[in-house]
């Protein structure tokens, strides 16, 4: 029996968020959104979350190294405030777009390495209510 290939997980991923603070996991999770963008065809939004933005430059620029002109994508720098954190920014990015899912890093730049899972992507896969693929 021979089955013919379906692009179903397609529909899945059309529009898919990549929250990136610079970490190498956060640009693993940039690598995975640009594969499903080759793939799929899903539309990728990068958003960089910041309290202090005076390195949204370096975030820039690390993004363009690693995607390249490889695929179109929107990056979004939001300035989280002094009253805000960085996963309610995020989750409000989610809930005033209409995004298919998330793909994060399971730990930012904290300094603990023992930590598995990162507070952010930890509040992201509680509270999203879209798919969150978290990669380590």
Do not use: Q
Request: proline share 2%.
């Amino acid at each position: 029996m021979t089955y013919e290939p379906t692009y179903k997980v397609s529909l899945w991923f059309r529009r898919v968020l990549v929250p990136i603070d610079g970490s190498e996991n956060s640009m693993r999770a940039l690598d995975l959104a640009e594969d499903f963008s080759l793939r799929y065809g899903s539309k990728v939004t990068v958003i960089y979350v910041c309290h202090n933005c005076d390195d949204a430059e370096v975030i820039k620029k690390k993004v363009e190294e690693r995607i390249g002109n490889k695929i179109e994508y929107e990056l979004k720098v939001v300035n989280a405030g002094k009253d805000s954190s960085i996963a309610n920014e995020i989750l409000k990015a989610i809930s005033e777009d209409t995004y298919d899912a998330v793909i994060l890093g399971a730990r930012g730049t904290s300094v603990n390495s023992d930590i598995n899972i990162g507070s952010t992507a930890l509040s992201i896969v509680a509270n999203a209510p879209i798919t969150v693929i978290t990669v380590r």
